[in-house]
């Protein structure tokens, strides 16, 4: 329900009334609590580099003014990141990836595959990282490369559950290229550049510690 507009401060100023002062506060204390349930996202970018650490590495290049990770089938990234404690555990935590090709989708009509494999474990909690409650595997459909090379591909999302983490989590992920269900490779290995994990912030501490 939205309250009438407050009075100006000139107003406030000229003629005090009890009534208009009650509005005043009454409109300032609804701006802060809607503030408390807007939900927002938080986006954690993982650092280049971190593309580098893998059982079987990918193949570091440069593009212009990019760096990237050229990815044959079987090549894989390890990598580490702890959660917040402002992470809404309702809701799933995406990881977005962007990618590039030197090949253009019409040239062979083909295609890539993704998989990300993560365990969650909790800090202080008796479980092991080689062996936590919470893991899964996920997995791409055979994916399209872009209609032009070089052409970003923004498109590319796998999502870790809600339930599968909770706040203070350390969450390792084996990202990796993976063999096709059907169609063809494309000639060119394709290009990782960056990834983000996109989550959801609980609202009440987000407005609590901002």
Not at 69 to 98: C, N, P, Q, Y
Not at 179 to 188: D, E, I, R, S, Y
Request: one cysteine or more; charged letters at 15%.
């Amino acid at each position: 329900m939205k309250i009438d507009p407050p009075p100006s401060k000139v107003e406030l100023v000229k003629e005090p009334r009890a009534d208009a002062i009650w509005k005043l506060w009454l409109y300032n204390a609804y701006e802060v609590i809607s503030a408390l349930f807007v939900s927002r996202t938080q986006h954690y970018s993982m650092q280049n580099a971190h593309f580098g650490k893998g059982t079987t590495a990918p193949t570091q290049v440069t593009v212009g003014n990019y760096n990237g990770w050229e990815f044959d089938i079987g090549d894989d990234s390890v990598f580490t990141i702890e959660l917040g404690h402002d992470v809404d555990e309702s809701k799933a935590i995406r990881m977005d990836f962007s990618m590039v090709i030197n090949e253009a989708y019409a040239t062979r009509s083909a295609k890539t595959r993704w998989r990300a494999v993560y365990s969650c474990t909790p800090h202080d909690n008796g479980e092991s990282i080689l062996a936590p409650t919470h893991t899964g595997t996920l997995t791409t459909a055979d994916l399209n490369i872009p209609a032009l090379a070089y052409h970003p591909q923004h498109t590319i999302s796998l999502a870790i559950p809600a339930g599968s983490y909770a706040h203070g989590d350390i969450i390792g992920v084996t990202f990796s290229r993976i063999a096709l269900t059907a169609g063809a490779n494309p000639v060119a290995k394709p290009i990782i550049l960056s990834m983000h994990f996109e989550y959801t912030m609980q609202t009440t501490d987000w407005a609590i510690t901002n």
